[in-house]
């Protein structure tokens, strides 16, 4: 099978819409949260494996000119607690708090006095961090609230997951064909046979999917 531009073409402009599409979701929940919360800032970090930083994904309210993009160790700070933990977490006065990061903090231009957050969770991985910081009036978060942010947690992990595959599969692309290829081959390949011979290679694609879907929830 010979590579046709076109076709790839096609699929490169559909990652790239998925990609952006996902992107403006994180944008929504954060800028929900903040709103929702009264916060002066909400922002989604995003796990980086290949570095093992924390990026800032989506961020809305104070620093949102100049956060993202912006990383950090992911072992640092309030964040990469949380990350590590799989534990949200309220503090009031991150100051009095041993975890705080405070040179990270004042690198991003921006240090909050109150914040809570709760780790991004899909299937079996923790995939970043959604943070809401400070209240103007100064008032405590309370337990229903902190259930609430959970619920935005669960969306944007959704999000974050498909975002992540987006840009695997654009990796690919890039990479010029690779797996993609391979996989492409076998497909059309597949497809012409006849009769029996086809039905028996749909038969063992179909087994490979269920394999390979059984090994990420094992």
């Known amino acids: 099978m010979t590579d046709n531009p076109d076709l790839r073409a096609a699929v490169a402009a559909g990652v790239t ?14 800028e929900v949260a903040r709103s929702i919360f009264g916060a002066t800032a909400s922002s989604i970090l995003l796990l980086d494996e290949e570095t093992e930083e924390l990026v800032f994904e989506a961020v809305v309210g104070e620093g949102e000119d100049t956060l993202l993009g912006t990383r950090f160790p992911a072992g640092t700070g309030i964040a990469g607690w949380v990350l590590a933990t799989r534990t949200p977490l309220v503090i009031e006065d991150v100051q009095d708090d041993p975890r705080f990061a405070s040179d990270v903090a004042e690198g991003t231009g921006y240090v909050p006095k109150g914040l809570m957050a709760a780790p991004l969770l899909h299937e079996e991985g923790a995939l970043g961090v959604l943070s809401v910081l400070d209240r103007p009036e100064q008032t405590l978060f309370s337990l ?3 259930e609430l942010l959970g619920l935005f947690a669960n969306q944007a992990a959704i999000a974050v997951d498909l975002l ?7 990796r690919l692309l890039d990479e010029g064909g690779g797996e993609l290829e391979v996989v492409a081959r076998l497909a059309t390949t597949i497809d012409a046979l006849e009769d029996e011979q086809r039905d028996a290679g749909l038969r063992l694609l179909r087994e490979l999917a269920h394999t390979l879907g059984g090994s990420r929830t094992a």
């Open 17 to 30: 819409g998925s990609e952006e599409s996902f992107r403006a979701l994180l944008s929504a929940i954060v």
């Open 144 to 146: 229903q609230e902190m």
């Open 164 to 170: 992540v595959k987006a840009r695997k599969a654009r």
